[in-house]
């Protein structure tokens, strides 16, 4: 009866090759002790498959058929002509930019970060050094979640960022992640970011890769984020990438008294997507937002799946979340809002859509709420279906010809989302990615 | 006025005092204690059944001791001892002959306190279109069944599914098993294997059945399980409308229930079916009451058929329950409509299963949860259209209520498009009264507790419109009396 005791070619890859780079992966004795035990925690849990209601749509032992060699330290040659083709509408951002290639922190590429009210470091020296242990155990995600101990045990690198108390920055931060090179590789990033009482900060964590880089891929990738009492935070995560790349991402999120956090991530031509999101509320009064947009096509399987745990009262919390699917790609959306029984006076709302393009293509989801509380004020929708043949009538008996109206009815259905990022020139920076998809129909 | 009426209600009932809670001295005949092959032996040959069903017993209890019960509800309750159990119960009298002067006067008494009229001069006597026809059962056997002339008239076979074992023997080997098959699931493969007693209907094409057709269900014997099987065929272009009761008397221990009931509609046909539950919800401590544990799924094969749900349930420690609908004829109409009331330490899963899988199928749901006391209240449902099923349609709404702050309402549904002509909306809230909406009432002069039942029965009003008119007014009543204690 026990799936888990047969061990797949891509488990037992996996453990194969947590053996044979553990000494050469970054940090002190603790770190190393924390790796094994997440690799015997991984040894256990196996990958999550559909009998764990979770992994309901998303059966990772089935589809993820090998494990790929790890890449720690890699040194292909690029320039920063390169990075920023990779970026491709994201180039222009005016931002810091910390640049990772094939996961690993390249400073020569990357803005020189001695900037007033941020700390920089990157994970491999923090690591070894022991100064962001404390950043990296204080936000929590599932203790039985396989990808994330796999992050825990593989994370070769990552950005540890502190932003000081009430520190105001003008410039986002811009986290870059280039795919490059023949080799087909995996990737495992980890993400520290710290931000102090008050302070105010946009981050960008972008997935792109090089024209002519081979077509796999996975990366597995983890951000931690603290906000601190009343400060501000903006947070976008962008993965477009192309072939048959598989990107497994964890957010976890804890929000501060006062404060706001606003998460939005975009996922397009990715074959095999699977966003976590846990997001806790730590202190009274504080909002979240979290919406996203994800596009697929051809065989693409794009998964969102988040935890909204309304822990303190008073707290709002707000959800968006759109999709596009052609061919027989298939999107997935389970958001579950939890309200503790303290958490009076939440306020929490929750959206998913999606539009079909194609016959074949599937939508599966799944709202869901835990509520323990009294007064609260929560609701969710969720709806999935085609263009809507009216609008289309209208929009040609306007004289648009039918293609044209269908890419402006499905990029305003798409721009909603995106919409919810404050950030001006981001937001016009997604969409321009959003409108490349639609178009390279 | 209604409301007032309800409030006094309440006040005389306390939990404690369960309406429904008092035990008849009936003698019975039970199965030996525990479950084996034996004690299905021991039912089929009760029952003088053909071999064929004694076969596909003994078939399901195979599937059934290979099963492991199923732990993904949200509930929670001791494990159950599937051996300390009896599985038959049959009041003495109800072997022979059936009419209603044989029947047991004891018996006769005990459905007048529950205020079901067996009696048809009683009911004939009364108006016309109020006439309904009653099939009791008494722990696991059918103990009457009214109007049966007037309904054979009609053609419609209304009957225990004993009955109907010996004289339609086709008819139920031919629709047996095929909506809710032997091995469905844990307590569906029980059911299979032990079930006593339930209702057959059957109406032949073109019929449209001349009255409700009402049964109900009542646990008296102590540690007894109720395992009933009701099977509804529509013919072609055939309409039917049932109704279902359910009480028990106050227990300490937990008694169980594992219903199944399989609805059949062919091409044009109509099924409404109406349930009404109040099993004994346990007391105060959340010590005793029912565990209901049932399956009930509806079948439209046919083009253009129609199978409605609508269910009331206040009472049962523990529901499980998710009657659904499989809209596999083309144009057929799926609907449920469902108020969960908890109160206590009840536990409430239920929802329902929309499988679109014919075209131009559509689907409507309509949930209200209300949780007040210690309870937990959750919809699950689950809404797929498969890659054939082009423009199908669903609507949802699930809304729960929230009276006082240590209960829980979760809503856990499942939307699964694989069509792109799919047209799926989803919709659910979850509040507590408003305090705009309650100050209102007392300003108007209404006590706090007779505000909150006015403001509930106007939060289930779309459900209760779909009621029957027979058990509207009832089930109002029935509201009030749940939510007692509620308040303040």
């Known amino acids: 009866m026990n799936l888990a005791v047969m061990k797949t070619k891509a488990e037992q890859g996996l453990l194969e090759a947590f053996q044979s780079v553990a000494d050469t992966l970054p940090g002190g004795a603790d770190v190393q002790k924390a790796r094994r035990e997440a690799a015997d925690r991984f040894e256990n849990l196996g990958l999550p498959h559909r009998r764990i209601e979770e992994w309901k749509y998303t059966d990772l032992r089935q589809v993820l058929k090998e494990a790929l060699p790890p890449s720690i330290g890699d040194s292909t040659e690029l320039t920063i002509a390169d990075v920023i083709v990779a970026l491709g509408s994201l180039a222009s951002l005016d931002a810091h930019k910390i640049v990772f290639v094939n996961g690993a922190y390249r400073p020569k590429l990357s803005t020189p970060m001695d900037l007033e009210g941020l700390e920089f470091s990157p994970l491999s020296s923090a690591l070894v050094n022991g100064e962001s242990k404390t950043g990296l155990t204080r936000t929590s995600g599932p203790k039985d979640d396989a990808t994330l101990a796999l992050n825990t045990a593989f994370m070769s690198d990552g950005a540890v960022v502190r932003i000081h108390d009430g520190a105001e920055l003008a410039k986002p931060v ?26 105010k900060v946009t981050i960008v964590e972008a997935f792109v890769s090089l024209p002519g880089v ?65 997001a806790t509320f730590d202190g009274e009064d504080a909002k979240l937002n979290l919406s996203g947009a994800f596009l697929g096509r051809g065989g693409d ?70 509520i323990f509380a009294d007064d609260v004020a929560c609701g969710h929708g969720s709806t999935v279906a085609e263009i809507d043949e009216e609008m289309l009538f209208y929009c040609r008996s306007r004289g648009i010809p039918e293609e044209k109206a269908r890419v402006l009815l499905t990029e305003s259905f798409i721009a909603e989302a995106i919409e919810t990022v404050e950030d001006e020139p981001v937001a016009e920076a997604l969409k321009m990615f959003a409108r490349g998809w639609l178009q390279a129909d | ?147 049966k002339e007037e309904l054979a008239k009609a053609g419609v076979i209304f009957c225990s599914i004993s009955e109907a074992l010996r004289n339609h023997p086709d008819l139920v080997k031919k629709y047996l098993g095929s909506v809710v098959p032997k091995s469905d699931n844990f307590y569906a493969a029980l059911n299979s294997a032990v079930f006593s007693d339930g209702s057959f209907v059957y109406i032949p094409e073109g019929v449209r059945c001349p009255m409700e057709l009402s049964t109900y269900f009542r646990i008296n014997e102590k540690q007894t399980g109720q395992f009933e099987r009701t099977l509804i065929i529509a013919e072609k272009g055939s309409y039917v409308s049932y109704l279902e009761g359910c009480t028990a008397p106050m227990r300490d221990e937990n008694q169980l229930h594992a219903a199944v009931v399989e609805l059949i509609a062919l091409d044009d046909a109509e099924i409404k079916y109406s349930t009404v539950q109040n099993w004994y919800p346990g007391d105060a401590n ?203």
């Open chain 2, 1 to 147: 006025m209604a409301t007032v009426e309800t409030i006094e209600q309440v006040k005389q009932i306390d939990v404690d005092q369960y309406k429904y809670g008092f035990e008849t001295q009936i003698e019975s005949i039970k199965a030996p204690k525990g479950l084996d092959e034996n004690t299905i032996r021991y039912i089929s040959e009760k029952k003088n059944e053909p071999q064929w069903m004694l076969d596909w017993r003994l078939d399901a209890f195979e599937r059934w001791q290979a099963m492991k019960e199923p732990t993904w509800a949200r509930v929670s309750y001791p494990k159950i001892d599937f051996q300390d159990l009896y599985y038959y119960s049959a009041p003495k009298n109800a072997e022979g002959p059936r009419s209603l002067e044989e029947v047991d006067p004891e018996l006769l008494a005990t459905y007048e306190k529950l205020g079901i009229p067996l009696k048809e001069q009683e009911i004939l006597a009364g108006v016309q279109n109020s006439r309904v026809a009653v099939d009791a059962v008494f722990d696991s056997v059918s103990v009457v069944t009214t109007f």
């Open chain 1, 174 to 199: 811009l986290i870059v992640h280039v795919r490059a090179g023949k080799e087909a590789f995996s990737a495992t990033v980890r993400h520290v970011i710290d931000v102090g009482a008050g302070a």
């Open chain 2, 286 to 488: 959340g010590q005793g009451g029912i565990y209901n544990f049932v399956t009930k799924r509806g079948d439209c094969r046919g083009k253009n058929s129609k199978i409605s749900w609508t269910q009331v349930e206040t009472g049962s420690a523990i529901t499980w329950k998710y009657p659904s609908c499989i809209l596999r004829g083309d144009n057929s109409r799926g609907e449920f409509y469902s108020i969960a009331i908890s109160n206590g330490h009840q536990q409430i899963d239920s929802g329902t299963k929309m499988i679109h899988l014919g075209k131009n199928t559509s689907s409507r749901i309509i949930s209200k949860g209300i949780a007040a006391g210690v309870s937990q209240n959750t919809y699950r449902g689950l809404v797929s259209a498969h890659r054939k099923a082009t423009n199908s349609r669903n609507y949802t709404q699930c809304d729960s209520l929230l009276i006082g702050d240590r209960c829980g309402a979760h809503t856990v549904p499942y939307i699964e498009a694989k069509n792109s002509s799919a047209h799926f909306e989803h919709e659910a809230t979850t509040s507590k009264i408003s305090d705009d909406k309650l100050f209102y009432c007392m300003q108007r002069g209404l006590s706090e507790e007779e505000a909150v039942t006015l403001i509930v029965n106007g939060f289930v009003r779309d459900v209760l419109q779909q009621l029957p008119m027979e058990f509207m007014a009832e089930t109002q009543k029935l509201i009030g009396i749940s939510l007692e204690g509620s308040v303040g």
């Open chain 1, 214 to 278: 081979t077509d796999e891929g996975q990366i597995n990738t983890a951000s931690e984020i603290v906000v601190g009492d009343k400060a501000y935070v903006t947070h976008v995560k962008c993965a477009v990438d192309k072939g048959a790349v598989t990107h497994l991402s964890n957010w976890m999120v804890r929000v501060g008294k006062e404060a706001e956090y606003r998460g939005f991530q975009q996922t397009q031509g990715i074959a095999l997507a699977r966003n976590q999101i846990f």
């Open chain 1, 301 to 370: 399987h794009i998964d969102t799946t988040l935890v909204v745990d309304h822990v303190v009262p008073g707290c709002e919390s707000r959800e968006l979340f759109k999709g596009i699917l052609d061919g027989h790609a298939r999107g997935i959306f389970q958001g579950k809002i939890v309200v503790q029984q303290a958490a009076q006076k939440t306020d929490g709302k929750q959206m998913a859509q999606a539009m079909m393009l194609s016959p074949d293509a599937e939508f599966d989801s799944k709202p869901e709420l835990e």
